[in-house]
């Protein structure tokens, strides 16, 4: 076996591990760039006739603007991590937009179970999470920004994933939800390749499912760590917060808090902490 840590991610390596029918078959690799998300979203702004495919993946080893929900920072040493955005096309109604996250982490969760034989959950609503010493530990993060089409459907959608899979312990960076990696919850270095490569597969199949009317809510609702738990859910801006028992997601990936008083909240987007 060669060396894991120093695996490389390039175009030739990528390409000859794929399995992939489209995603990932226009891939770009980058050592150093600025954000993947904020590439991807340029290159697609001035795509002429020569439409950028759906399924175009950009990848860098080391990003120096790395960007997270709620405009938090997204810190990985470099060589350390998965870090890409993915283009998709869907056509789909703003509401389906959240199959997006919530099927992309359902890809991710399983490609981490294959390749570690970890156990991964899913927190609400953008986090993958394993345990780690008695609490949940965030290990992936994903970043959906979508364009909607003069006729008000989901035209375009850049889907930015980052997964910690070997950065040392020491090297955590400090993160609001407790960070981990894939690495310092196994005790060992975990190949970015095959994970990558199990990932691309799982998504393209999942995302082929749902543009087929399969919705992906089912299996995330069976993964979310939160379910049956008080938890508190706020707007980043502070201006309301919910306190009740999550009782699932609906259709649509909104999170479904019952307060005190017996009232149901669906809720599209905030900030969740475990009461
Ligand atoms: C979050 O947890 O808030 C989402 C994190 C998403 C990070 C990924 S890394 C690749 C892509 N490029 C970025 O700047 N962000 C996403």
Redesign the pocket.
């Known amino acids: 076996m060669g060396d894991i840590k120093n695996e490389s991610l390039k175009a030739t390596a990528v390409q000859s591990t794929l399995s992939t029918q489209w995603l990932g078959r226009s891939y770009q690799y980058f050592a150093d760039v600025g954000?993947?998300?904020?590439l991807l979203k340029e290159a697609l702004a001035q795509e002429g006739e020569q439409r950028l495919a759906a399924g175009t993946v950009f990848l860098a080893d080391h990003?120096n603007q790395?960007?997270?929900?709620l405009n938090?920072r997204?810190l990985a040493p470099a060589g350390s991590s998965l870090?890409?955005?993915a283009l998709f096309r869907p056509d789909w109604p703003p509401e389906q937009a959240q199959w997006l996250t919530m099927l992309a982490s359902l890809a991710a969760a399983e490609a981490v179970e294959t390749v570690t034989n970890l156990i991964v959950s899913v927190k609400w609503p953008?986090?993958l999470v394993v345990r780690q010493k008695g609490g949940w530990h965030k290990f992936c993060?994903?970043?959906l920004e979508g364009n909607m089409g003069e006729n008000g459907r989901l035209q375009s959608a850049v889907l930015?994933?980052?997964v910690n899979v070997n950065i040392p312990p020491a090297q955590m960076p400090e993160a609001v939800t407790p960070a981990t990696s894939l690495l310092a919850v196994t005790g060992r270095p975990i190949s970015r390749l095959a994970l990558l490569a199990d990932f691309l597969q799982r998504l393209e199949t999942w995302y082929e499912a749902a543009n087929n009317g399969h919705s992906p809510q089912p299996a995330w609702n069976r993964r979310l760590v939160t379910l049956g738990k008080r938890v508190q859910v706020s707007r980043s801006s502070g201006d309301w917060q919910v306190t009740g028992m999550v009782l699932g997601t609906d259709e649509w990936g909104r999170l479904q808090v019952q307060d005190e008083s017996g009232k149901l909240h669906a809720i599209a987007a905030g900030d969740m902490t475990l009461q």
């Open positions: 954000s993947t998300n904020d990003q790395g960007r997270g929900r938090r997204w870090l890409l955005s953008n986090d993060g994903l970043l930015g994933v980052g």
